[in-house]
């Protein structure tokens, strides 16, 4: 009976570079179709593919302090458009079978999301021209590596969080149990392709773009905000990851952002929490 294909015989390649520290990815492929009756009948006669075809990927890993040679969540990410960018990336994820390739994949969402005492875990979603799979190419076991990572991976003892605003939205996490955030980015693509193509030339970003944060504290006695009183003060929000000696190890920085909900909450026999969420512009 053949071998399975396990996780450990599957490698993701971008551009050519090796990601190291991938916990899950999928690949959809789901064809377009434009459903064709006869006049008169109830039934589908035929279905032909519409065009825009595309193919969805989705990624996300591990975020570690460092690896040889891999930035593991940023390097790839690199445009000179940033977020908006019309920029291509190419996808090969390889296994003991062959190869699947999608090119001409872009952006469409990244988040980032964090909580005292666990791994930071990043991710990310792309959609590219169709698919294709080709034997050649396929990895053997001695194509298996071992990824070492110079200061392994990161889980905070801390998460510091301050917003610098001139209004009453103001605050600072100095005082406040955080124990977690998540910080997440869409970006919405319109496809254009050229007369008499499948496959769209590009995907350019909707505008305007925006993301969100949100991060939930345990309320204690310095905690609590009068949100009524609050206008739509714009500022910049810096998110510190800290080790256990309260050492930065990564942070964040959000600019234009603006509080647009404060939910407090709580359970039986469990703290209560107050949750902060933000709304920011996508400006590059």
Known sequence: MPDRIHSSDTQLFINSVSIPAITSLSVD???KVTDIRRLGT?????????SNQSTSIDVAMNLATGATGVDPFYQFQQQGAGFLSTGK????IKDTVGVTTVQ????????IRGSVGSIVEGSASYEGNGASFTSAGAITANDQREDRFIDGFFAPHNIEITTVTDGKEGMSSDALNIQDFDLSIGIARTPVKRLGELNPSFRYPEIPSAGSLTFNIIKNAVTGIDISKLVCDTGVIKIDLKDNADNSVFDFTTSGCCLESVEESNTLDDNTTVSFSYYFPIIQ
């Open 29 to 31: 492929t789901t064809k």
């Open 104 to 111: 001409e994949a872009s952006l469409t969402s990244y988040s």
């Open 89 to 92: 990336f190419r996808f090969d």
């Open 42 to 50: 109830i039934n589908v006669a035929e279905r032909v593919l519409a």
